[in-house]
């Protein structure tokens, strides 16, 4: 081709693929968005679409958990931690606190079958991104509910110590 035609053609071609992409691209300002914003213009919360089955975060159930240690036992990596007092009228112990660790939690649920109150159980929240590793280690006794069960604790110990006192007198 004569090299002055070729110049020009090159021109033509140029400017004719930019507008041609950009035709595309303006084209998405006339249509009807197929992706939607996440989370603010779902119509339905998505945690209400997710199958009855799925393996969000877990949650613990502090009033029925008997701090027995089944699930941190079954638990491969060791991200569960515990401990309880014995309180009135309530089997086992009532725990003080109750830790998971989730991010290194791997939704495995082998903690859960063993549970023989069902106090664990996998929920369908997942939102729980953050910055310090720290926030994910996931406490389920409140400060309030283990002073609670510390205070009932103590009560205990002091009954228990009267009806010693009052059978070592007999
Ligand atoms: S789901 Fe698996 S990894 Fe997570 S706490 Fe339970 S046993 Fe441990
Ligand atoms: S297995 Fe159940 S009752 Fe036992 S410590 Fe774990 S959550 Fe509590």
Redesign the pocket.
């Known amino acids: 081709m004569n090299p002055a035609l070729q110049y020009f053609r090159n021109i033509f071609d140029s400017a004719y693929t930019v507008f041609d992409g950009l035709s595309i691209t303006f084209s998405y300002l006339f249509q009807k968005p197929v992706t939607l914003e996440y989370p603010n213009r779902n119509k339905k919360k998505v945690q209400d679409t997710l199958p009855d089955r799925f393996r969000g975060f877990l949650e613990?159930n502090h009033l029925t958990?008997?701090?027995?240690?089944?699930?941190?036992k079954a638990c491969p990596i060791d991200c569960i931690t515990?401990d309880g007092v014995k309180v009135p009228g309530r089997k086992g112990k009532a725990p003080v606190y109750f830790y998971i660790d989730i991010s290194k939690c791997m939704f495995c649920g082998l903690c859960i079958p063993?549970?023989?109150?069902d106090?664990?159980y996998f929920t369908k929240e997942f939102e729980g991104s953050s910055y310090d590793p720290k926030q994910l280690i996931y406490s389920y006794v409140s400060d309030e509910t283990a002073k609670e069960y510390l205070e009932q604790n103590r009560i205990l110990q002091m009954e228990k110590e009267k009806e010693d006192e009052g059978e070592e007198k007999q």
Request: hydrophobic share 40%; net charge negative; aromatic share 0%.
């Open positions: 613990v958990c008997t701090t027995c240690d089944a699930c941190a515990m063993p549970c023989p109150t106090a664990i």
